[in-house]
């Protein structure tokens, strides 16, 4: 999984996570999707129009990670690049995920950075399913 595709873009600075107060008592983050992210996530899903994803960002158990071999973010970009050229999951798989949510709890997940290949220290998890 590590020899996928680089994409180099410019370095930010992303929004603070919000902090989110689970059910389980539990503490979560919201990753907060940033401009160059969304683009990101559009060229690679072929999606002409990036404001049609219109997800916020994403529910994780952590923080980001700064990646130790460039200096980006971890961010819901490089989830969709490592699973879309990983061959886990496809592009129509993806885009319904990121417009109608998840349908399931999801495993951990490594994350290789998609600027410079570095593999961020752990797994990262998901928020689960809150109970109705």
Known sequence: MHSLPLHQLPLETPSPSEVLDLHSGATGYRWILSDTERGHIADMLDVENKDLLTVRGNRMM???????????????????????????????????????????????????????????????????????
């Open 62 to 132: 952590q923080g980001r990670a700064i990646c130790m071999g460039c200096g980006k973010h971890s961010g819901l970009d490089d989830l969709v690049h490592n699973a879309l050229y990983a061959g886990i999951h496809g592009r129509d798989f993806m885009l319904d995920v990121l417009l109608n949510g998840a349908k399931n709890d999801s495993p951990g997940h490594e994350i290789v950075c998609s600027g410079c290949g570095t593999v961020h220290e752990g797994l990262f998890w998901w928020i689960p399913s809150d109970p109705w």
